[in-house]
């Protein structure tokens, strides 16, 4: 069974601090991706992975930066927290067949709120 | 956006009765998907069905793909109250996994 596992679950920031969300997957899939989920907005792609030490912006990269230290593991970085960042943020896993993505294995998610 | 302006977006029904959801998209994919994702859980994918595919089934499960329209549907027999989540279909480009704002889908027992 697929398994990706993110932490914290739930975190409490404060406005202008620095904020890291990881994730980690034992899978052994080339790509990661991370995704943040609003009401109304969907799953929006913030930053993806297709292997260790490469990271790419998604589609609303702004404020977030990413890293890729390993192929297990994926963080999500907010150097300078807002509260439009309040959100819940889902890691995801996948592999590629052929150069194009596959199946996606979502972790729970980290409920983030931003005072 | 990527995606078209009739993604539904909430629907109410009996159980036992048969539900089909409509996706749009606007950019080329090889590859659209469906997943599911309940309250307080991250999505868990349903069906992958590919351009050179119009259809796939997968138990009560349904999609169909029409890439000379961009549109996908997801069809749902029988549902169950167990059925409630929200729906979204995700196109796929290289490595860019896009998803669209999903259709809440409430069964009523």
């Known amino acids: 069974e697929a398994a990706v596992t993110q932490s914290p679950r739930n975190k409490v920031a404060v406005t202008g601090g620095k904020v890291t969300l990881s994730c980690n997957q034992t899978n052994n899939h080339n790509n990661m991706y991370w995704y943040r989920q609003d009401t109304g907005h969907g799953l929006r792609l913030i930053h993806y992975s297709y292997g260790a030490g490469s990271t790419e912006k998604g589609d609303i990269p702004d404020g977030y930066k990413a890293s890729r230290p390993s192929q297990e593991n994926f963080s999500l970085i907010l150097e300078l927290a807002t509260p439009s960042q309040t959100s819940v943020y889902f890691c995801a896993s996948g592999d590629a067949w052929g150069g194009s993505a596959e199946t996606l294995y979502f972790g729970s998610g980290t409920r983030l709120t931003v005072l | 956006s990527q995606w078209g302006e009739e993604n539904l977006q909430a629907l109410s029904i009996q159980e036992g009765e048969d539900v089909t959801m409509n996706c749009s998209y606007k950019?080329?994919?090889?590859?659209v998907q469906w997943y599911r994702q309940k309250s307080g859980k991250g999505p868990a994918q349903l069906i992958l069905i590919r351009s050179n595919e119009r259809e796939k089934r997968s138990g009560r499960l349904r999609a169909t793909l029409d890439t000379s329209s961009q549109s996908s549907s997801l069809s749902i027999t029988g549902t169950l109250a167990t059925d409630t989540a929200v729906y979204f279909c995700a196109t796929t480009n290289a490595y860019k996994v896009i998803f669209g704002k999903g259709t809440h889908l409430h069964v009523l027992p």
């Open positions: 950019t080329y994919t090889t590859v």
